[in-house]
C-alpha cells in the first residue's frame, strides 16, 4: 500500500474501504457542491510570508479557546452517524483526539452518548446541539451533557431545514445503509466494512432515538422532521441560560450575526457553512472569517470550519485571526480508513504541516501570528469585495 503522506491520501484509503453510499455522504455537499469546493479552494487566494535566518529550534502549537487550553489548534467537528464507518466512531474519534491534545465536539446525532464520550476521553469534551421542535429534549441534552462535565456547548444555527445533498439522494441513502440489486457489488466489494457493521453496535443516534421509535430513516427526513424552523435568537439566550457555561455558535458567516450572536450571550463564533452541506452559493468559510474577526473585535473567540486539508491552512485561518480549526473530512476519512489509528495519523498530518509551516516561515508560535504573517495573492481591489462584510471594514492587504 502506498505511503500515507497526507489527507487526500487517507481519502482515497477511504474512497476503496467504503461503500460508495457512505463515502459520498462524508466526502459529497450541496447541490453543485460549489461552496464545498470554494472551501478548499479559497485557502490559495493567500500566501505565507516567509522570514529566514530567525532562531526557530522552539515552536509552540498550543492554543486557548474559551479558556480551555488545547496542545494542537485542532477541534473535531460535530460528525452525525459515525458508527457507520467504523464501530463505536465517535468513542474511537474521541480517545485519538483527546489522546494527542486536540479538541472533541460530540454530535447530537452521534452514535454514541456523552456519557459515553466522557468515560473514555482524556481531557473535557464539547456537546454540539440543535435546538429540537421539542424543548423539553433540547433541555434534556443540554442538562446531560452538564452533569457529564462537557465543558462547553455548541450550537448549529445553520440547519433549519437538511440541505439537498445530491449524491445522497442519487445513491438513495438510509441509515441504515439498504442493501439494493444496484448496489449489491459495491457492498460485497468491501467485505471488511460488511463485516464490521454487521458485528458491531446498532447504528441510531442514540441520544435521539426513542424506544418503539423506527430504526429506518434518512437523514433529511429525520432532521426536517426534529429540527425547529422557529429558532432565533431568543432560543440562543434561552439555552445559555439552562447551560450556564461556554457556548459557541456554529454557522456564522455574516458580520452582523457575529455581533448578534455576542449581544445574544455567545462566548464563541465558529465560521462556518456546515462544510458546503445546506446552501450551496454562500462564502466559503475562510472568505468569510475576516468579516466576522472584525465585527467580533476581540469579544469573543473564532473558529474555522470549512475546508482545511494542510496545515497550511490551519496557519493562515490563525493569522487571518482564528483561535483554532475544526476539522470534519480529515478526521472522517481516517476513522473510516483505520479506526482510531486512521484519526490520530489524520491529526498527527496536521500536526507536523503545522510545525513545518511554523518553521519555514520563520515563526516559533501560533499565538503570535497576525495578518502581517500572510499576503493576498489577489489585486488590492478584489480583496476588498473578496473580505469585506456588509458591516466590517478590512484594507485591502493586511500585513
Request: with cysteine.
Amino acid at each position: 500500500m502506498t505511503a500515507i503522506a497526507n489527507i487526500e491520501d487517507l481519502r482515497r484509503l477511504a474512497y476503496k474501504r467504503l461503500p460508495r453510499v457512505l463515502f459520498d455522504y462524508i466526502d459529497g455537499g450541496a447541490q453543485n457542491e460549489v461552496t464545498l469546493r470554494a472551501n478548499q479552494e479559497d485557502f490559495s487566494r493567500w500566501t505565507i510570508v516567509q522570514h529566514v535566518l530567525r532562531d526557530v529550534s522552539k515552536r509552540d502549537q498550543s492554543v486557548t479557546v474559551m479558556g480551555q487550553k488545547f496542545d494542537l489548534p485542532l477541534i473535531l467537528s460535530p460528525t452525525g452517524m459515525t458508527g457507520l464507518f467504523w464501530p463505536d466512531g465517535a468513542l474511537e474519534a474521541a480517545r485519538a483526539a483527546t489522546g494527542l491534545g486536540a479538541g472533541f465536539c460530540l454530535s447530537s446525532m452521534s452514535t454514541s452518548t456523552v456519557e459515553d464520550i466522557e468515560k473514555v476521553a482524556k481531557s473535557p469534551t464539547w456537546f454540539q446541539l440543535y435546538v429540537m421542535r421539542d424543548r423539553g429534549m433540547s433541555r434534556e441534552l443540554i442538562e446531560r451533557a452538564k452533569a457529564a462535565g462537557c465543558s462547553a456547548l455548541v450550537l448549529t444555527v445553520d440547519l433549519a431545514l437538511q440541505g439537498q445533498r445530491d449524491r445522497d439522494v442519487h445513491n438513495g441513502l438510509t441509515i441504515p445503509p439498504t442493501l439494493r440489486v444496484s448496489n449489491l457489488l459495491d457492498f460485497a466489494t468491501r467485505p471488511g466494512w460488511v463485516w464490521r457493521y454487521l458485528t458491531g453496535p446498532k447504528v441510531v443516534p442514540a441520544s435521539l432515538v426513542k424506544p418503539g421509535q423506527s430504526s429506518l430513516f434518512t437523514i433529511a427526513g429525520y432532521v426536517n422532521s426534529q429540527f425547529d424552523q422557529s429558532v432565533t435568537w431568543k432560543d440562543i439566550e434561552w439555552a445559555k441560560s439552562i447551560w450556564g457555561g461556554p457556548l459557541a455558535l456554529k454557522g456564522i458567516l455574516d458580520p452582523g450575526d457575529a455581533k448578534a450572536a455576542i449581544d445574544h450571550g455567545a462566548d464563541a463564533l465558529i465560521v462556518s457553512n456546515h462544510g458546503g452541506r445546506q446552501l450551496d452559493g454562500v462564502r466559503s468559510a475562510i472568505s468569510a472569517l475576516p468579516g466576522v474577526v472584525d465585527a467580533v473585535a476581540g469579544r469573543a473567540d473564532v473558529l474555522l470550519d470549512g475546508g482545511v486539508r494542510r496545515g497550511t491552512d490551519v496557519f493562515k485561518a490563525v493569522a487571518l485571526g482564528a483561535k483554532a480549526c475544526m476539522i470534519g473530512r480529515p478526521y472522517m476519512y481516517g476513522l473510516a480508513s483505520k479506526g482510531r489509528a486512521g484519526v490520530a495519523q489524520a491529526l498527527e498530518l496536521l500536526r507536523n504541516e503545522i510545525d513545518l509551516a511554523l518553521a519555514l516561515s520563520g515563526n516559533t508560535s501560533l499565538s503570535t501570528l497576525d495578518r502581517s504573517a500572510i499576503h493576498s495573492s489577489l489585486p488590492a481591489d478584489d480583496v476588498v469585495r473578496w473580505v469585506q462584510g456588509p458591516c466590517c471594514k478590512v484594507t485591502a492587504r493586511e500585513g
